[in-house]
C-alpha cells in the first residue's frame, strides 16, 4: 500500500542551527514527491518538489531536499534556520495533479 | 506563482443551516480541485476530488449528501456543507491541481464554526 511517513512528530531547533525533517514513502511507481509547509491558521505552501533529474532539489526560504531510491527517502534540510521557519512542515508523494498521499506532519519549533 | 484563494476565511454558522466555501484558481485553470478537512493538529484528510463538469469523486466515509461539491468551470470549486452540526466544524482547505506544472497548489482554507 502507498504510504507516507514523517518520523518526527515534534523536532525542536536552536535558530541557527541545521534542521533536517524526514520523510520515508512507499510507493509502487516512481513518486513524484512534495514539501509543504504550513503555518498556524494557514493553508499549504510548496517549498520544493522532486520529480526526475538531480536528486538534489532546491527550494524556496532557503531548503533543499534529497531523494535517495534506495532508501525511499525524501529528506528536507536547511542549513540555518531562522525564528520564521516554525511551522508545521508535510511531506507528500502522488502522481501528477491526482490524489495525494500526505504524512501526519513534523511541527518545527524554534528556540531564540 | 500559481494562487488560489478560498472564500471565506472563517464562518460562523447556527446548527441545521447550510454554508457554502468557494475555492478558485486565479492564474491558471485547473480540470482537478481536491477538498480535504482538517483536525486540530493532524494531517490533511481528503475528503473528495472535484473535476470540472462532472460529479464529484468521495473518499469512503464521507458522506456526498452532506458535503456537496460543485466544479462548475476550470477555476471554482464550491463545498457546500449541508444541514451543519457542530461535529461539521473544522478547517477545510481546497488544492487545485496545474496539469502545466503537475502540481498541487492549495488555498489559505476556511475555518468553520458551526455553535
Known amino acids: 500500500a502507498q504510504s507516507v511517513t514523517q518520523p518526527d512528530i515534534h523536532i525542536t531547533v536552536s535558530e541557527g542551527a541545521s534542521l533536517e525533517l524526514r520523510c520515508n514513502y512507499s510507493y509502487g511507481a516512481t513518486p513524484y514527491l512534495f514539501w509543504y509547509v504550513q503555518s498556524p491558521g494557514q493553508g499549504l505552501q510548496l517549498l520544493l518538489k522532486?520529480?526526475?533529474?538531480?536528486?538534489l532539489v532546491q527550494g524556496i526560504k532557503g531548503f533543499e531536499a534529497e531523494f535517495k531510491r534506495s532508501q525511499s527517502s525524501f529528506n528536507l534540510r536547511k542549513p540555518s534556520v531562522h525564528w520564521s521557519d516554525a511551522a508545521e512542515y508535510f511531506c507528500?508523494?502522488?502522481?501528477?495533479?491526482?490524489?495525494?498521499?500526505f504524512g501526519t506532519g513534523t511541527r518545527l519549533k524554534v528556540l531564540a | 506563482g500559481a494562487v488560489v484563494s478560498q472564500h471565506p476565511s472563517r464562518v460562523i454558522c447556527k446548527s441545521g443551516t447550510s454554508v457554502k466555501i468557494e475555492c478558485r484558481s486565479l492564474d491558471f485553470q485547473a480540470t482537478t480541485m481536491f477538498w480535504y478537512r482538517q483536525f486540530p493538529k493532524q494531517s490533511l484528510m481528503l475528503m473528495a476530488t472535484s473535476n470540472e463538469g462532472s460529479k464529484a469523486t468521495y473518499e469512503q466515509g464521507v458522506e456526498k449528501d452532506k458535503f456537496l461539491i460543485n466544479h462548475a468551470s476550470l477555476t471554482l470549486s464550491t463545498l457546500t456543507v449541508t444541514s451543519a452540526h457542530p461535529e461539521d466544524s473544522s478547517f477545510y482547505i481546497c488544492?487545485?491541481?496545474?496539469?502545466?506544472?503537475?502540481?498541487?497548489?492549495f488555498g489559505p482554507g476556511t475555518r468553520l464554526t458551526v455553535l
Open positions: 488544492s487545485a491541481g496545474d496539469t502545466g506544472t503537475d502540481t498541487q497548489y
Open positions: 522532486y520529480f526526475s533529474g538531480d536528486t
Open positions: 507528500a508523494v502522488g502522481e501528477g495533479t491526482y490524489k495525494y498521499i
